[in-house]
């Protein structure tokens, strides 16, 4: 049972920093029995029952949160089990081992927290560590840990990717040569007589290996296997599969003749399980399955990371059958399903208006319109904005646009040129799923495949290929979010990636930095289905419907104790929906509307106004101004006299605009175009009459329907 990754063969499909291989080992076997972890609900740790699917029993309970610790099964040998145990927050990691009866648990080595991807092969463990190093071909290192003395070994010292694969005597690995070339590499299990495959040409992500021939997933063909012949190069296509489904689905394995793969079907909204030979011949659908399986002693094996009815599949030479899992998992508790696809619908964003307004709102109507919403009224844009389905705002009056046919477009409101007002992204040649950016310099997109590439308008700049604006060390994503100096990346398998500056802790790595940092995973952050920035702090949304956040913490934006680790808010509870600002909003799956955070423009709708006036203490100013400031309401609280909302945005300063599902737009707080301020030091009659200027909306109220 394997299980094997490969990074595609471009430059720039590396991979910066440690990405953490899902799960290899979640289920292992002998002859006798299946050993798995369960960390679905409190009776947590590593069980085995029988090949049947009888007998289950919890054979080494442990402490298992999967947002604080970590529990892979490496592999069974000799009626002993391997396993790793990770604690995040402590960053402790540890290679044991107990015995198939439960008894004689033991350490066997202690490693490095970034220690990753472990394999049981022989007497040895394998595994790559993090290395820091100014070489970018470099970082990783490859060990190995006797599993009878704890003895380490280091195999090699230059590894670009932390994926590696143990087949047939010989280790397998992506490596970067003379840093240009991405290629399959080979070496044996001391890490001697390395063999690079320069002649193999493929843009896989996983594969297997029998005999001569390397079977694999085509990025760009996500719903197909190929395979290559190590020797010759001869590539060929086993299966046709005409259909690009919304995810990329990526798991292989062979056994008994037979490559099984899966694919995401948009129709019933899920995995499904497929079979054919090895030469390509009698491709079969199996059944529904989750994203990863694992095959043994005849079964097919399928967990959810949701508390779901694991899926059994038994194996009879041509037949497979469905095997009911007789309660291996906890799915008899009834879960709220949040999916992760993005539904089309109304959309709202804010935006800076044109001219002195500065209240202004874009709209993206049932019919893939863009309006401009401006002092209560909608009002058509460009000719050019339809057949729209999503769009981001950046800077001043500029839009970036995702049309429905995947391409992308830059919308410019503030000139009149037509050669100007709309111009295609650069370099990009796959479809794009998803766009985000909060200035013109710091938007991207997700392509289908996964990445994601920085988006390019400038024409000076035509001739840029898809290469030189990928973002390197990213793949299957699928959602991004940026502010103007950092961004977060959703993979699909829930975790996140944040990159950019982290001068508020906002990359969530429990640190506060200048300096720019490239892609790398949030370390307890799991199971998440949506991601939010803003400029200095980020929300993420969970499958169960929590809130979590990190990042600065001025006005209670992170509840009652802040936190640079994504920490979880409290007084919230099935979440579907998000909207970051100095005031937080979250929709919950009533359609009722959660607010948090500044509260000194009424932008919670309540009479609970809380400010203060600050003034400028620099003596580096030349000047000295008085500014209305808001104090913080950590606390949610729920929106009164408005209900059934699809979404919802603020605009600075304080005007919040939502839009139900009936299409009614409804506006509350500062309907003032101004904030509160004024020259000079502290004066409390010039406090005074500042306040009385406010123009205060206390209650939602309705102003405008969207057009059908």
Known sequence: MKKVYLFSVSLFFLLIFAIQVSAEGNLVADKTHVYYVNHWDSKTGIYKEKSDGSGKELILPIAVDVDDQQLEIIGVKN????????????KEHGIYKVQTNGQNNELISNLNYESYDMKLSGSWIFYVERFYSNNIECDYILYRVNIVNGKQEQLDSCMKYPNFEVINGYIYFVNMVKNKDVVL?????????KHLYSNIDMEGIYFDIVGDWIYYRDDNTPSNVYRVNSKTGKKQALTSHKERSFYSADAIEISGGYIYYNIWSDKQEVFELYRTKLDGTGDQKIGPIYNSFYIANNRIYSFSLLKEQMKIYTINGSKVTNVKANGNSTANQKIEKISIQPKYGN??????????NSTARFVLGKNKRIYLLENGTLKKLDGNLTNVHQFAETTGYNLVVLRSDGTVWQWDGNTDNKKEKFLPAIGIKKKVKDITGNSLFDSFALLENGNVVRLVFNPVQRGTTEKEILIPGLKDIVQISASDSYALALKKDGTVWAWGENEYGQLGNGKKSYQYQNPAKIAGLKDVVQIYTDDTFALALKKDGTVWAWGENEVGQLGKAGSTKPIMLKGLSKIVKLSPGDTNFA?????????????HYGQMANNNIKYKWSSDDDPAFLTIDTYYIPLPNPTPVKIKGISNVEDIAIEFPGQVTALTKNGEIYKWGNLSDDYLTYDGYYDESMNEEMINQRKLQLTPKLITTMPK
């Open 185 to 193: 590499t080979r070496v044996n299990l001391d890490g001697s007589k």
């Open 79 to 90: 009626d002993w089990i391997y396993y790793s145990y990770k604690n995040y927050y402590i």
């Open 587 to 599: 929709i919950d799956i009533n359609g009722d509307v959660w607010a948090w955070g500044a509260n």
């Open 347 to 356: 959309q709202l964003y804010p935006g800076f208006g044109k001219g002195i």
